[in-house]
């Protein structure tokens, strides 16, 4: 089934998830701390403890996993004042990375990405991201744990996470979201100098495949980075009363790495157009030298068999023939021929 | 006959249709709502029932099938007291998309698209639309409903469209071209996959033209979709007394769609540029697999052939021909060079 | 002689005509007009009846065909008390498109531009436009009528142009020069259109060069449009007393014809590159069908030629040559390893 | 030696030339002037009649040709009190163009180019110009006379120069050197097209060697002209003390200069760049055809000497041999086989 | 290990090395001066004398050479009161260069560059540098005094660098490391020479490997050359309170010369576009000649070859092998066929 087809004709704000179900026990991480204090708990069932409004005095970040259940989205979308076309946003995987100012909150899409060195296949995870002064809700198509390091950091109380309000941990996460993309380009830095290599000694159709196939996931990796640094760019530089001034000092951190991610990909992709040039100029190479071999043999070897033709003809009366040494004097001049061929092709530079 | 001739000459504001006239019963669906109001007919007879200018407190909107007739667009721009120029672009189907404001209303043009799977051609209708306080007017080349599902929501009473004024109402009628935008590249990325398959397995001269037919279609698309992205962004931050604040967050939302379809158009040309280029490599290839073949057996034959060119000549003194064991002796020479070559190519790997 | 080597040295200012002379008679075609008045005729002989200072009431438009009468230009330039910068410039045809504000009058230069089909040719005249309130002064090269549908627009009354003042002349003589534009490029993709279906057919010596020739072609043209472009960008924009509000609004309308144009201009240029690779995709293709050919027929009788060389040997002794039927054993040999070989190529889908 | 290792080290101000010394009388041509007064005069030894800080009610023209005499630069410097930086940037040939206000003048660097159109080389030379009210300073590496159309309009009073002052004289001075550029683009042109006509007709590799020469050649000129642009763009919008607004109206016009060079100079290696694709697309061109003669031969002359082999077979029975007319029959056959094959290649557009 | 592991899930301004260990003894080169005052030292353990936060009266510069230490960046960082990010990227090597403001100093990071024309590669050294009043702080990799140049400055009180405080330091050392690209560049540029040379004169499988090569190296440098530009431009023209506005001049300087390292990497990089074009070409042209000669020499002999065969037929009767000069006959024809090619190959310009 096509992509775009579920959300034909729908009005906006409609909650439509447009992946496919990747979990199957939808469920909810819920963490509240503050400088003092910490709880952590798994909501299992949403149907019997429905999601309550927080408290201002600590920070409440809702995280849930399994981003199908449109139903429960839109329940919680309702509870917190979620406008319409963030509840549409939130379950769109399609959706553009993006940043964006509501009356209510702060709404931030990205994706998360991991690299198959096997197949050369980029996985993409939409992340939706929506937070105001000490709430936060996390929306994951899968139940991985992309956020454990946030997470661990929040319970262990290391860094400045626990003084600070749901801003900086939207920094915390969309930074831990930002870590991986460095694998991810790390590990195709590595599937890319094998193939470098490989090139240089041997030219064979999978490596050409394998460049094209870099080629296009470098492509749409692009295309998440790209509204990616964009969207931090806004995030560090917007005046807004649900972020603080001294988190946005980490932002631009931040937006800093985004550019550094983006150079890179940049820089990637055209190391894939040199190593696509490299495969077809070795090609090409390979080529003349299969194309030389022909040429000096048969430019040696056609002259000399026309000769024996020649003297393979039965007329009558061929006077070379019946001389004594008419065999050996023809050999003698195929040999000169052939030794003045190869000092010919010599001085050609062809051997 | 040529695109452009039949404006040659002519003063600024001449309504001329451009196009092919492409409907025969020229007509308009007329749809007047409120909140709480909705009266939905079709006008066949323009002579008779001649369009009227429409109270304030309910939404009228005038939606024309039949671009050909300048005679009835002139008639209605009097009545509307539309600008000139705007009656002019309006039956102009070489119009870039725009977004103009003058004094008495706001103009909008957009190309309606679909794609034709078969001969992998996009096919483009101009749509105008034209809208001030509680006024819209659409107008098509055809008679396909375009609008169908944003009618059929007034008519349900779906969304919030009959709590919201023209302005929404022109936003809900291009968000509903431009979902076509995802329907057709959605469409054009299954024939590219399609392709890509067959050219890493074959390559055929079909493919080929394909290839520069898509791309050409696609640089269509773009001249299409480039200009209303600068359009759409106009209409989200105008200040304009036609436009309510609150429809521009809607609007908002629609830019980042063309942005989408934008950057997919791109990335779509680039997957293109990359199947050529596979195409000319894999044809190397194989034109190299084939060199190697021809060299290979011009290389073994052609000094065997030789060899048997020297005894198949008549000289009376050969002392070789003579030999009891002369042709077994040859024989096993030539069994030994043919060896020989087959180890030389296995170790410069062509076997 | 090379082009700029005319004006080395000279001081600014100085009225040197760059072009070449085009036309014997210079004229000037004088059109004075209000919304009452419409006085037109033509001044063949300048040194007697001098061109006077207009008065306020009316507009006078002087057309002037011959560029390359400096004396005629320096002096109408005294008696209007035009800029000697924009003296120099009138008379300069390697002058870029500007639109420039001086403190007596705005000066417009652009290329008026038509296509040689046959030669593949576009062939360009160097436009001059100065005006201020009520009077026009247009300097063209030769004394084609550039002009003819706006003059007959004057003298008919048609359209507002007699209501207006020379800013909405200037722009109604730019938008006739720019329609032209239009036209130029409907031709051009008359001949790409036929240059795609022969490439398609057959590979030519000429159908290359007729690509360089027009990609060169829209190189320059590009150059035209370009600055003209940006010129009209600048006459939609400024705040001069020379121009009214009101007539702005239809350069913008101009305006966005000139992105239309530029827009088209790269879109073609765009698709000779494509028709580019498609030509040399095409010879590859081809190519490879020869070398498949080739080592087709090679492949199957080097190896059977060389058979036959064996049983042409003369040895004394060579036993198969004594067998009653061995010349029959060998026939079906030959015969079994061509059908083995057309085999392998089959499945190779060489056939 | 290379280039930047003079340099290494020094503190900036550091008055370095890094050049190579290329006159050996440095002298000065020193001119004043104002609207009644003109005085010329070469200053041969500096070391008797050091240079004076000039009045203002005269402009002082000091043109120093020898730019590796740096203490006379140093000196210089002193007197007039110009900034160590300058003094630095006057003697430092690899300089970027640039336009630079201190608070004592105004400092512009540029390049003065010639053509050899025998080596296809641009030869650059560094000038340096200083100025503030009344006082200008140029510096040059040779004792050519870049400026003498310049010193003969003062000379002889031609043009508004002597009515004018300093800032009037630097917009002369480059104008006079942005001349230059125009005649080298025209020689460049020349040169091309004369490579243009020789590719279509043969492919050499000498053309193929001069198009990577010009396309080298035209990349540094570029490196010359786009920072000059800049340059100049600054120089027209400055609003300074040293500079007459009315001198302006003439930078603005030399800006426009700047930018049809700098047209010029990528137009022109696009057409290099198509000449690259024309000469690539000629050889493969030509390749076909060797290609298609060599397979036309083969595939003609193979099978009919395969079937002069089968009959040259010394088996003692092979009954064609023995029949009368076989030789005949055979030649017959070959024939037929012959002709059906050239039918065969016109059919397929080869002959 | 992968590059950028060692950072997973850390919270931000974790002082983390990312680097290899480059230096044992971990030592601080610290220089205190004033306009009258000079002292140099080495302090080598840190354990012991351990830094001190410095007086105003005087610039203590400490420079660190042993970015590993990770430990004495963090105490460091605490003593002069360093933002825990500013600590963080003092030693991740992979920081991209940038330029930042804190309330308490001014933070630069960038690389130090060297070419190794053996194995074509750039080393990178990370270097961070961070002031205010009076103080200066530099962090290095290695041992290596990249910044001799201006300690002996400082030392001997050359230039006014005594005179003027951290900030016109902070100047001087990014000025020494920003000289040493030039020299890198130029190293380049004589490899490239070398190269042309070679390329126009045979092409050989290292050299494409070396354009390659080189290719990746100058990518990689612009990657550190573009981000730096952008910063030294920001430097230039902050207004900060550690910064005077005199300093700037110089800062204004340097800009000049990122901006002229970037023109000249991006120039170097187009060189290495048109070697590899060059490169190409020259292999097709040689292929070409290759092809020419196979088909020259086939074209011959083939029909001779086939005429030879024709009358070393066995046939009982062909009547012209029983003529007695049968034999000459044919030979002169098979001169004149010989002689007609080589004709026809003139004729065609292949001889
Ligand atoms: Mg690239
Ligand atoms: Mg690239
Ligand atoms: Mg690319
Ligand atoms: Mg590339
Ligand atoms: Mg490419
Ligand atoms: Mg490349
Ligand atoms: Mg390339
Ligand atoms: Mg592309
Ligand atoms: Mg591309
Ligand atoms: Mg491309
Ligand atoms: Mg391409
Ligand atoms: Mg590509
Ligand atoms: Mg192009
Ligand atoms: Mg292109
Ligand atoms: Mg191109
Ligand atoms: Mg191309
Ligand atoms: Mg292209
Ligand atoms: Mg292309
Ligand atoms: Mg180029
Ligand atoms: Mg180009
Ligand atoms: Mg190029
Ligand atoms: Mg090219
Ligand atoms: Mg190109
Ligand atoms: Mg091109
Ligand atoms: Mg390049
Ligand atoms: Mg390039
Ligand atoms: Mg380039
Ligand atoms: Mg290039
Ligand atoms: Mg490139
Ligand atoms: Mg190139
Ligand atoms: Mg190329």
Chains 1, 2, 3, 4, 5 share one sequence.
Request: charged share 25%; net charge negative.
């Amino acid at each position: 089934m096509r992509k775009h087809n579920k959300k034909i004709g729908l009005p906006p704000g409609s909650v439509v998830f447009t992946g496919n179900k990747k979990v199957d026990n939808v469920h909810t991480h819920y963490l509240a701390f503050n400088e003092t204090y910490c709880n952590d708990q798994i909501i299992e069932s949403h149907s019997k403890t429905i999601l309550k409004k927080p408290s201002i005095e600590k920070n409440d970040w809702y995280d849930i996993r399994g981003m199908h259940d449109t139903d429960l989205i839109s329940q919680v979308g309702q509870i917190f004042e979620i406008h319409p076309l963030i509840q549409e946003a939130i379950v769109d995987i399609h959706q553009r990375p993006k940043f964006e100012e509501y009356e209510n909150g702060i709404f931030i899409t990205l994706a998360s990405i991991s690299f198959n060195s096997t197949l050369l296949e980029i996985k993409k995870e939409h992340v939706a991201i929506y937070f105001n002064t000490g709430f936060m809700l996390t929306v994951q198509e899968t139940d991985s744990d992309l956020f454990a390091y946030v997470r661990k950091r929040i319970n262990t109380g290391k860094g400045k996470i626990r003084l600070r309000g749901a801003d900086y941990l939207a920094y915390a996460l969309i930074d831990s979201i930002v870590d991986n993309y460095y694998i991810v380009l790390d590990e195709i830095e590595e599937v890319i100098e094998d193939l470098e290599k490989r090139i240089i000694e041997t030219q064979q159709v999978q490596d050409k495949n394998k460049i094209h196939q870099l080629k296009k996931e470098l492509m749409s990796m692009r295309k998440s980075v790209s509204p990616l640094r964009e969207a931090i760019s806004k995030f560090s530089k917007t005046e807004n009363a649900f972020i603080e001034h001294s988190s946005q000092l980490y932002v631009r951190d931040l937006y800093e790495h985004t550019i550094q991610v983006m150079d890179t990909v940049d820089a990637t992709r055209e190391i894939l157009n040199g190593l696509q040039d490299l495969f077809i100029s070795e090609m090409s190479l390979k080529m003349n030298q299969v194309m030389q071999l022909l040429t000096l043999i048969s430019v040696i070897f056609i002259p000399l068999t026309f000769l024996a033709g020649i003297y393979g003809m039965n007329f009558v009366n061929i006077p070379e023939l019946k001389y004594e040494n008419g065999y050996f004097v023809l050999l003698t001049v195929m040999v000169v021929i052939f030794i003045g061929m190869l000092l010919y092709f010599k001085r050609k530079k062809w051997l």
